[in-house]
């Protein structure tokens, strides 16, 4: 089975421009998940949908990130515009209800 | 505060050899105990669940306790390919996780 896809796999932008990261969770799973990793702060929630719905985007850091997730097998986190801080690896995973969540292999983003 | 802490490590050790990580949180009202291991440059992965009873995988034995809250991780028999990072992560009564930053370890020949 395929597992969670993400991508791009790597993306390296100008500070201003808008970044759009993309994510296909895997069939069946009903949640999924995006999440931020640097070194500093470790991996950080932004937000999560059960059923295609926003459940807590309490993580999302403000205005200049947006997640959807119009159906069940696609979502997207966007920044616009990027600024150097953003940089980090990005995560999607997904799981059914409350059981084991699995992760993509990331996008490694940098803005310079 | 973070709710989960752990040490950042590394743990240098040599292969043969037993370690432990034990990690803490915050949040009494947690309900679900994982370790997640991380390779390098990889994302992370499910290596248990923690229950209150204990749990054993082969090498890998998880523990929780809920009054301390408190959990750890022994590995016996250290083998070079358990190098990488161990991910506390504890869980809500909903789906959301928090993950610590976790603690490398570094098993050496």
């Known amino acids: 089975d395929a597992g969670v896809i993400q991508s791009p796999r790597h993306e390296v932008t100008e500070m201003g421009q808008e970044v759009t990261l993309r994510c296909k969770p895997i069939s069946g799973h009903n949640s999924l998940f995006w999440y931020r990793q640097t070194m500093m702060r470790g991996l950080e929630l932004l937000i999560y949908?059960?059923?295609?719905?926003?459940?807590?985007d309490s993580g999302m850091p403000e205005d200049r990130f947006s997640a959807k997730m119009p159906n069940a097998s696609f979502s997207t986190l966007k920044i616009q515009p990027s600024e150097p801080r953003d940089s980090a690896v990005y995560f999607c995973?997904?799981?059914?209800?409350?059981?084991?969540?699995?992760f993509g292999p990331g996008t490694r983003l940098t803005v310079l | 505060r973070k709710e989960v802490e752990q040490d950042p490590g590394p743990f240098n050790v040599p292969e043969g050899a037993t370690v432990a990580f034990n990690c803490t949180y915050s949040n009494s009202a947690s309900q679900s105990f994982f370790w997640y291991r991380q390779d390098c440059r990889k994302e992370p992965k499910l290596l248990m669940s923690v229950y209150s009873s204990g749990n054993e995988d082969g090498r890998f034995t998880a523990q929780l306790n809920r009054a301390s809250q408190y959990i750890s991780l022994l590995i016996r028999d250290s083998k070079l390919s358990d190098s990488a990072t161990y991910l506390c992560?504890?869980?809500?009564?909903?789906?959301?996780?928090?993950f610590g930053t976790g603690t490398r370890l570094q098993v050496f020949p």
């Open positions: 949908f059960n059923n295609n719905v926003p459940i807590d």
């Open positions: 995973a997904s799981s059914r209800l409350a059981d084991t969540q699995y």
């Open positions: 992560v504890v869980g809500h009564n909903t789906d959301k996780l928090i």
